[in-house]
Nanobody, 121 residues
Framework: QVQVVESGGGLVQPGGSLRLSCAAS????????MGWYRQAPGKELALVAT???????NYADSVKGRFTISRDNAKNTVDLQMNVLKPEDTAVYYC???????????????WGLGTQVTVSS
């Protein structure tokens, strides 16, 4: 079993910055992709950013140039630096990790419980 836990959410004013962190723990033989998703009130779950174990990154167009995803493979963590935040960034942010939790070389996707980010003046 693997646990994925987000932290760093909170209230910030438009134009401000916030840094989210996520740590995976438990039965981890390897972690492949890690990423961030978000769900705004009344909207569908949406991809924010993903990063592979080798550092290949993909961003949603809505956050490109403002958000930066990074990871520390040694610590099994992934961060999301969010700058120039907008009210439309308000959402619950979820961390994901593709984890080989059995040592079989095949990954299962684990999700955190989410952390609230509110951008408001």
């Amino acid at each position: 079993q693997v646990q994925v836990v987000e932290s760093g959410g909170g209230l910030v004013q438009p134009g401000g910055s916030l840094r989210l962190s996520c740590a995976a723990s438990g039965s981890i033989f390897a972690i492949y992709d890690m990423g961030w998703y978000r769900q705004a009130p009344g909207k569908e779950l949406a991809l924010v950013a993903t990063i592979t174990s080798s550092g290949s990154i993909n961003y949603a167009d809505s956050v490109k140039g403002r958000f930066t995803i990074s990871r520390d493979n040694a610590k099994n963590t992934v961060d999301l630096q969010m700058n120039v935040l907008k009210p439309e960034d308000t959402a619950v942010y979820y961390c994901t990790a593709d984890v080989d939790d059995l040592g079989w070389g095949r990954a299962n996707v684990y999700w955190g419980l989410g952390t609230q980010v509110t951008v408001s003046s």
